[in-house]
């Protein structure tokens, strides 16, 4: 499952050879959403390592990624697996008023006798 998040870049590490193989990087992304400033770690792999170059720290991003989770030795690892990052100037060509719908276009009928009890099904069909 994707999710995705805005912030500012805090932090970049630099890529990291985990093995003749394989390579990772880190970054931390800055957010505000509490009362308290959260700092999330995310990590790169592979090809996906410089991404984040263009980027400078202090500028407002947004992250996709995955959450990954493992277990070895029975110990459990999470990780936060970015596969895509949007500098601010991308951020804001992607919110185009083309983009967006009015809230009222995804709201209820408002007549409640066209409800019927097949409309609650999971199902998408």
Not at 44 to 63: A, N, W
Not at 113 to 121: G, I, K, L, N, P
Request: negative net charge.
């Amino acid at each position: 499952m994707a999710y995705e998040m805005v912030g500012k870049l805090h932090k970049k590490f630099d890529t990291e050879s985990k093995s003749s193989s394989f390579q990772a990087r880190e970054f931390v992304v800055e957010t505000n959403d509490s009362n308290y400033t959260q700092y999330i770690k995310f990590q790169l792999t592979q090809d996906r390592c410089s991404i984040i170059d263009p980027i400078k720290e202090g500028e407002q991003l947004k992250v996709y990624f995955d959450l990954r989770g493992r277990e070895w030795n029975e110990k459990y690892f999470t990780n936060l697996n970015a596969w895509k990052v949007e500098a601010q100037s991308e951020i804001a060509a992607s919110n185009s008023p083309a983009d967006s719908f009015p809230i009222d276009q995804f709201s209820e009928p408002a007549n409640s006798d066209q409800s019927r009890a097949e409309d609650f099904d999971d199902l998408p069909f």
